[in-house]
């Protein structure tokens, strides 16, 4: 297998976040990701996710494998923050 082939393999294992899956809910629990998404969705608000992704694409595209799993992070980490409650789970 081909180093561009591995990363699009590790891409594609790793899911839409960049993020490895425990129970379908990513796992993201890096202070600077999460620092990063809220100055993300503080600038462009509902287009926060879009935008991260679309940064994300662009990077993998141009062969930044590192680059682009960052993005994917801080998209996951975006999501978390802008997510509805789940059923039965605490509010603080």
Request: glycine share 8%; net charge negative; with cysteine.
């Amino acid at each position: 297998m081909s180093c561009g082939a591995a990363s699009r393999a590790a891409w594609a294992r790793n899911g839409p976040s960049g993020d490895r899956y425990d129970k379908g809910h990513p796992m993201v629990d890096d202070p600077d990701i999460f620092r990063a998404a809220k100055l993300l969705i503080d600038r462009h608000g509902d287009d926060a996710a879009i935008r991260a992704a679309e940064r994300a694409d662009k990077l993998f595209e141009d062969g930044d494998i590192d680059g682009a799993l960052v993005w994917r992070r801080i998209l996951a980490a975006i999501e978390e923050l802008q997510r509805q409650p789940r059923p039965g789970e605490p509010v603080n």
